[in-house]
Structures are given as C-alpha cells and as structure tokens.
Nanobody, 115 residues
Framework: QVQLVESGGGLVQAGGSLRLSCAAS????????MGWFRQAPGKQRELVAA???????NYADSVKGRFTISRDNAKNTVYLQMNSLKPEDTAVYYC?????????WGQGTQVTVSS
C-alpha cells in the first residue's frame, strides 16, 4: 500500500520561507508526475508546481520566482521550497505522486502566512 507523508508546514511571517517534503512509502510503478497543489478556504484546489520524471518543471504564475520544486528519485520524495511567502499563500498544501496507472495524494499540510 502506498502512502505519501508530508511534512514542513507551519506558521511563518510574510517574507519568510518554508520547505515542504513529501515522501512515498511503497512502490509506485514508473512515476512520471510529482506535484504540489494547494487549497485555500472557499477556493478550489489548484496546482502550485509540478515536476516530471525528466525534470521538467511547471509553476503557477502566482509562485514563479518564489517557489522551487525538486525531487529525489532514489527516495521517491518531492520537495517544495517556498521563499518570500505572502499571506495569500496561506492554504492546505497537498502533494501528488503519480504513474501511468495510478496516483496518490498526501494528507495535506497547513501553511499559514501572517502579515
């Protein structure tokens, strides 16, 4: 059974930084997608950043230049370095790791940015 365990969320002041981690336990066949989504109260879940198996990255316009996604293939782990955080980044952040057959979600970690 595959489980994704997230860590690194918390409370930070505007302008601060946080690093989220998401580690997959168990085997996922041919991972081709690792990404971070977020959902703020009353809003839909949105893609924040994604990285493919060949290292191509994609970012939401709102986080470009501030967030960096990276991965450790050997550890089946994806990271999200968040710098210059803004109050509007406040949300529950979810990781997703997927292969061609199935995808898995993390449990979510709260990120709160105070002004």
């Amino acid at each position: 059974q595959v489980q994704l365990v997230e860590s690194g969320g918390g409370l930070v002041q505007a302008g601060g930084s946080l690093r989220l981690s998401c580690a997959a336990s168990g085997s996922i066949f041919r991972i081709n997608f690792m990404g971070w989504f977020r959902q703020a109260p009353g809003k839909q879940r949105e893609l924040v950043a994604a990285i493919t198996n060949v290292g191509s990255t994609n970012y939401a316009d709102s986080v470009k230049g501030r967030f960096t996604i990276s991965r450790d293939n050997a550890k089946n782990t994806v990271y999200l370095q968040m710098n210059s955080l803004k109050p509007e980044d406040t949300a529950v952040y979810y990781c997703k790791i997927a292969g061609p057959i199935s995808g898995y979600w993390g449990q979510g970690t709260q990120v709160t940015v105070s002004s």
